[in-house]
């Protein structure tokens, strides 16, 4: 562990539980842990969950998959609304010159 006295290998939103067992928060944490998924409920609505770890990195692996697919589309559009344009250039000091910039 370095010298500031946490992981730099977890995440900034990771949170230690504390070591006194009986802890509500602790026993959800090992129902996570032990393959269930555990929701949170306020006023009877669900406003988050406790996941297994496997399944919140497959989750966040999903999310990452999609996010980087939509910036390949967009740097596609990009490109071919380029390539429409007959790949025309603007040089800077006219693009800076313009109203508004």
Known sequence: ????????????????????????????????????????TRGGRRIAAIVPLAAGAAGMAALEALEDAEDERAAAQALAEWEADGFRTVPADQVWAEPGR
Request: cysteine-free; aromatic content about 4%; charged content about 20%.
């Open 1 to 40: 562990m370095p010298a500031s006295g946490h992981d730099d290998s977890v995440s900034q939103h990771a949170y230690e539980l504390p070591a006194a067992g009986g802890d509500e928060l602790a026993r959800l944490a090992d129902e996570a842990a032990g393959g269930d998924v555990v929701y949170l």
